[in-house]
Antibody
Framework: QLQLQESGPGLVKPSETLSLTCTVSGGSISSSSYYWGWIRQPPGKGLEWIGSIYYSGSTYYNPSLKSRVTISVDTSKNQFSLKLSSVTAADTAVYYC???????????????WGQGTLVTVSS | DIQLTQSPSFLSASVGDRVTITCRASQGISSYLAWYQQKPGKAPKLLIYAASTLQSGVPSRFSGSGSGTEFTLTISSLQPEDFATYYCQQLNSYPPPLTFGGGTKVEIK
């Protein structure tokens, strides 16, 4: 059974870089059938896709965040990572990682999801 | 960007009720839509993909339909464990972004 687990600091200072890692267990991140994605949810609000990566390193980013986001993959550790730079209070959210089915050549629906990790941006 | 508008944003229903949630896309997306259920403090769970394909393990009381710009999620007989927030997501990754609807919260009447 595939499982994903987010890890990283729960508190980040404004203007600094948020860094999270998602560890995949129970399956290989190098599968050709899947992408790996990051999604966030501000407290009490809806879901926002951040970006996705294929095991080869090919990435898709949300244009609204693209200038601040870097997603990378480490197939040797079965992990992928998120970096979000120049954070503000608006970046406070629960951050989820998830597997995405490769569909029409790109990332699509998310299943399964990690449990999520709350990242608060505050001084 | 493709915008997804869910309606209603909130609904109150009783156990056993038939519930329908609508998701409208700002442009045609064929059948490229998924539905998720999220309970408080938990990650979303995939219910349906490609508009009408039930994810493995999801009860058959859940069904999805639609294509183009209008989609529906139907719960044929609402169960106590179905009280949650439901989101739709469009599956066109190019051009990005992948987008979600604003959510529909289903509460107990």
């Amino acid at each position: 059974q595939l499982q994903l687990q987010e890890s990283g600091p729960g508190l980040v200072k404004p203007s600094e870089t948020l860094s999270l890692t998602c560890t995949v267990s129970g399956g290989s991140i190098s599968s050709s059938s899947y992408y790996w994605g990051w999604i966030r949810q501000p407290p009490g609000k809806g879901l926002e896709w951040i970006g996705s990566i294929y095991y080869s390193g090919s990435t898709y980013y949300n244009p609204s965040l693209k200038s601040r986001v870097t997603i990378s993959v480490d197939t040797s550790k079965n992990q992928f990572s998120l970096k979000l730079s120049s954070v503000t209070a608006a970046d406070t959210a629960v951050y989820y990682c998830a597997r995405q089915q490769r569909f029409r050549g790109g990332p699509s629906w998310f299943d399964p999801w990690g449990q999520g990790t709350l990242v608060t941006v505050s001084s | 960007d493709i915008q997804l508008t869910q309606s209603p944003s909130f609904l109150s229903a009783s156990v056993g009720d038939r519930v329908t949630i609508t998701c409208r896309a700002s442009q045609g997306i064929s059948s490229y839509l998924a539905w998720y259920q999220q309970k408080p403090g938990k990650a979303p769970k995939l219910l349906i993909y490609a508009a009408s394909t039930l994810q493995s393990g999801v009860p058959s009381r859940f069904s999805g339909s639609g294509s183009g710009t209008e989609f529906t999620l139907t719960i044929s007989s609402l169960q106590p464990e179905d009280f949650a927030t439901y989101y739709c997501q469009q599956l066109n990754s190019y051009p990005p972004p992948l987008t979600f609807g604003g959510g529909t919260k289903v509460e107990i009447k």
